[in-house]
């Protein structure tokens, strides 16, 4: 019988659980919300309702799962299965959340922050799998990272590393969420993208960008697309932030595959045309035609698979 794990994408507002077998196939899943404002007793104890039916309306029961996977915003203690800070997770700061599943499901759990375990459904799952050496971003609300050499999962001395998304960009640059100035993440997040479009609204007010009801990453790159100059503007300084940033992690992990994932991926071709044309300029000679830059394909599922593989690379 195929190896089954339990994938657990933890949101602020939503929490995706599946089950999952090792060839990536979800058997069963469900999305619940998170209601956080419970506090985090009642959210666990609420996963753990939810793991107990799924594997009710599968036929399994808690011995025919190896383990589970939790993919977390915030900085997680891997080893000791903690929270240790998530902004969208107040008050679970030093919450030991794997020891807390493992009680109430008698299933060995395992927790990574969630761009971590977004390259390890790339290593597990996606179109390059088995690849020793990629490294992942995620765009959305915020970028992050996870880095994978020679087959493993970079984490550092503290498991804090692979912050791929706080690397400087532009120094001085916009203020970003961790304190600093002109991280990637301050220019090229959704966030960021919708910001440096809203300071456009005096000098280009005639912009595409402003004719829509709400301004959102998606807006912006679909006026570009148009030809509209403001939007182009906008995108051009977020990618050329990105292939400076990835210029970067080349030259350090001399990676196969970059691979892009999160909100902002929908961009779709724009995205990654706009990152790879710059690149021949920004990457020393001989690192040209040893990488790729691809959008994730996990698209539909990419959380919980991603979650899942948590377990599968623990274990193997
Ligand atoms: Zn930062």
Redesign the pocket.
Known sequence: MAEHVIGIDLGGTETKIGIVQEDGKIIEKRMIPTKVFEGRIAVVTRIGDAIEELLHESGMNSSDVIGIGVGSPGSIDHETGTVLFSPNLPDWSGFGLAAMLEKITGIKTFIENDANSFILGEWAFGEFKGSQHMLGLTLGTGVGGGVITHGMLMTGSMGYGGEL??TIVEPGGPL???G?HG?L??LASATAIVNMAREFSKRFPESLIFASPEITAKVVFDSARAGDLAATIVVERATRALATAISNYIHVFNPEHIIIGGGISKAGDLLIDSIQKKMPEYVMPSFNGTFSITLSKLVENAGIKGAASIVFYRIS
């Open positions: 998304g706080h970003c969420g961790c600093s991280c993440e301050s």
